[in-house]
């Protein structure tokens, strides 16, 4: 698959029981913000770009590669897609140390992958003093920037973070706020975020996407579109 920056287009429908998501949208390289309530279809759109869930219908592209085509039966499995997932679990193995977690994510990089150095990842999240340590000693905050180091060691071409925030407090998400923001400058990685957090979307994002009831409601830059969805 290519490296050249990653714009994702996205045209997908998918039935889950009473649910239905139809879409068509393209994220440009940044960090691009999915934006709506829950139950909005945002969750499902990661896990269809991931590889997780299998559209009905539909098409997905990461730069020039098609990763789903349903009427061609293309769909290339996760492993191959080099998508980092950030979740609002860390989802971190208790039995492995932090500098064992993280190098964990190197299993899933193309030998041939341009890999960020691990010394510019510990830098950039702060987590040096971290490494020895297993994740039932670290807080909150600190398992999600752990989280962070491991999707960035697998050479992704693409980041997506699942409310990465959701389950922290004001304090832990003062922590990590800036580190995102230091991924998004910094880090040549596009990045695809949800979050049905206002404050989030306008402090991160450099494009949105507003969605409701598996619809895109509004797509532009995030003033616009919190104005348009009604929550600005």
Same mark, same amino acid.
């Given at each position: 698959?290519?490296?050249? *920056?990653v714009p994702v287009s996205?045209? &997908? ?9 139809? /879409?068509?949208?393209?994220a440009a390289p940044g ?9 909005? =279809? ?13 559209? %009905? ?16 039966? /293309?769909?290339? *499995?996760?492993?191959? $897609? ?31 992958? *341009? &890999? ?12 040096? %003093? ?11 905050? #600190? ?10 060691? &697998? ?8 409310? @990465?925030? =959701? ?12 580190? +995102? #923001?230091?991924?998004?400058?910094? /880090?040549?990685?596009? +990045? ?7 404050? #989030? ?13 598996? $619809? ?5 830059? @995030? ?10």
């Amino acid at each position: 698959m290519s490296d050249a *920056p990653v714009p994702v287009s996205v045209q &997908c429908a998918v039935r889950l029981g009473t649910f239905t998501l139809d /879409v068509d949208f393209t994220a440009a390289p940044g960090l691009t913000v999915l934006f709506g309530p829950s139950g909005a =279809g945002k969750t499902t759109i990661l896990n269809l770009i991931a590889g997780l869930q299998r559209p %009905d219908r539909g098409r997905i592209t990461l730069g020039s590669d098609v990763v789903v085509e349903t009427a061609r039966n /293309v769909f290339v *499995p996760p492993h191959r $897609r080099r998508i980092g997932l950030v979740f609002q679990d860390a989802q971190l193995f208790p039995h492995l140390t932090v500098r064992q977690n993280i190098a964990f994510g190197r299993w899933f990089a193309r030998r041939a992958a *341009p &890999c960020l150095p691990l010394d510019q990842v510990v830098g950039i999240l702060a987590i040096g %003093d971290l490494l020895d340590r297993r994740p039932a000693r670290l807080s909150g905050g #600190e398992k999600q920037r752990v989280s962070l180091a491991r999707a960035l060691l &697998c050479a992704p071409r693409l980041l997506l973070m699942d409310e @990465p925030l =959701g389950g922290l407090d004001d304090a832990r998400r003062s922590e990590i706020l800036p580190l +995102i #923001e230091r991924l998004r400058d910094e /880090v040549a990685i596009p +990045i695809l975020y949800v979050t049905h957090d206002r404050d #989030e979307a306008l402090r991160l994002a450099s494009h949105a996407i507003a969605l409701d009831r598996g $619809r895109v409601r509004a797509a532009g830059t @995030p003033g616009k579109v919190l104005r348009r969805s009604g929550a600005g």
